[in-house]
């Protein structure tokens, strides 16, 4: 725990082979670390002395419930107001440093592990007052309200949640849940999934939920649709609804990923 890949930026020099991981289907993408560099990064508006990765976003016909962000701020940057949709909530993940969050008036210091859930509506800005950079994952979603239900913005972090152990597993697949599957309340969750070596998901997951799947820790053969897939720390895996998916984690230490998925509410059709 807390062994967080992060990416670092820079530029390949010009004798690198072009020929890398990234691969972009009907059923899901996979983006590897290696093409997270300097050239890819975005600004943000209202932050200052910070970069992003954007890794996600909705797009017509594939993946259409999220956007998810790796944000870099350097020393005395940040944002007093990060968050410009009001009916959009949030989800932050420090991977490296430390980060100071207001939220709503009240100040919280953020450590590697800290998770933040921002509420739609909530006021929240953030500022890198150390001396080092600090890097955080930031999934966004319109959020799905629900009559006589409303979600409330929290803070923790990863070391002081308990980790469930899946069904009949003995251990070697955990699930680090912030809050409850069955608050409906929440129409997602980020949480992490850990592995322990020779663990596996022993059949394709296949459903409606879609993910983002940011490898924090370790390597593993993913089953995307057809596909086996190798991954490892920093890589994204990107799916849409009904992408059949399994895991095989071989080790030698643990695979753990953040996994973002949209739940608890009806299919609307009208």
Same mark, same amino acid.
């Given at each position: 725990?807390?062994?967080?890949?992060?990416?670092?930026?820079?530029?390949?020099?010009?004798?690198?082979?072009?020929?890398?991981?990234?691969? !972009?289907?009907?059923? *899901?993408? #996979?983006?590897?670390?290696?093409? +997270?560099?300097?050239?890819?990064?975005?600004?943000?508006?209202?932050?200052?002395?910070?970069?992003?990765?954007?890794? %996600?976003?909705?797009?017509?016909?594939? %993946?259409?419930?999220?956007?998810?962000?790796?944000?870099?701020? =350097?020393?005395?940057?940040?944002?007093?107001?990060? @968050?410009?949709?009001?009916?959009? /909530?949030?989800?932050?993940?420090?991977?490296?440093?430390?980060?100071?969050?207001? +939220?709503?008036? @009240?100040?919280?210091?953020?450590? /590697?592990?800290?998770? %933040? *859930?921002?509420? =739609?509506? %909530?006021?929240?800005? !953030?500022?890198?007052?150390?001396?080092?950079?600090?890097?955080?994952?930031?999934?966004?979603?319109?959020?799905?309200?629900?009559?006589?239900?409303? =979600?409330?913005?929290? #803070?923790?972090?990863?070391?002081?949640?308990?980790?469930?152990?899946?069904?009949?597993?003995?251990?070697?697949?955990?699930?680090?849940?912030?809050?409850?599957?069955?608050?409906? =309340?929440?129409?997602?969750?980020?949480?992490? !999934?850990?592995?322990?070596?020779?663990?596996?998901?022993?059949?394709?997951?296949?459903? #409606?939920? /879609?993910?983002?799947?940011?490898? +924090? /820790?370790?390597?593993?053969?993913?089953?995307?649709?057809?596909?086996?897939?190798?991954?490892?720390?920093?890589?994204?895996?990107? +799916?849409?609804?009904?992408?059949?998916?399994?895991? *095989?984690?071989?080790?030698?230490?643990?695979?753990?990923?953040?996994?973002?998925?949209?739940?608890?509410?009806?299919?609307?059709?009208?």
């Amino acid at each position: 725990m807390g062994n967080y890949y992060y990416p670092t930026g820079g530029l390949p020099p010009q004798t690198h082979l072009t020929t890398e991981r990234a691969i !972009v289907t009907e059923a *899901y993408t #996979v983006i590897p670390k290696g093409v +997270l560099t300097d050239i890819v990064t975005s600004n943000l508006p209202g932050f200052t002395n910070t970069r992003s990765w954007i890794i %996600a976003r909705p797009i017509s016909g594939f %993946a259409t419930t999220f956007s998810q962000l790796i944000v870099e701020i =350097a020393p005395g940057g940040g944002a007093p107001k990060a @968050e410009f949709e009001a009916g959009v /909530e949030g989800v932050i993940f420090v991977t490296k440093g430390q980060l100071n969050l207001t +939220l709503d008036g @009240e100040l919280h210091h953020l450590e /590697e592990g800290g998770y %933040a *859930y921002l509420a =739609a509506g %909530a006021e929240w800005g !953030v500022e890198n007052v150390s001396n080092d950079i600090v890097s955080y994952h930031w999934i966004r979603k319109a959020y799905e309200r629900l009559e006589g239900y409303e =979600a409330k913005s929290f #803070v923790t972090n990863e070391k002081d949640v308990e980790p469930t152990s899946m069904p009949d597993t003995n251990d070697v697949w955990k699930t680090t849940r912030f809050t409850d599957s069955s608050d409906l =309340a929440h129409d997602m969750q980020v949480n992490i !999934v850990t592995f322990q070596p020779g663990g596996v998901i022993p059949f394709p997951e296949t459903h #409606v939920m /879609e993910h983002g799947l940011y490898v +924090l /820790e370790g390597k593993a053969m993913y089953l995307l649709n057809n596909d086996w897939v190798e991954v490892e720390a920093g890589d994204f895996m990107w +799916l849409r609804a009904f992408c059949p998916q399994a895991c *095989y984690a071989g080790g030698p230490g643990e695979f753990r990923y953040l996994l973002y998925k949209d739940m608890n509410r009806q299919v609307k059709l009208t």
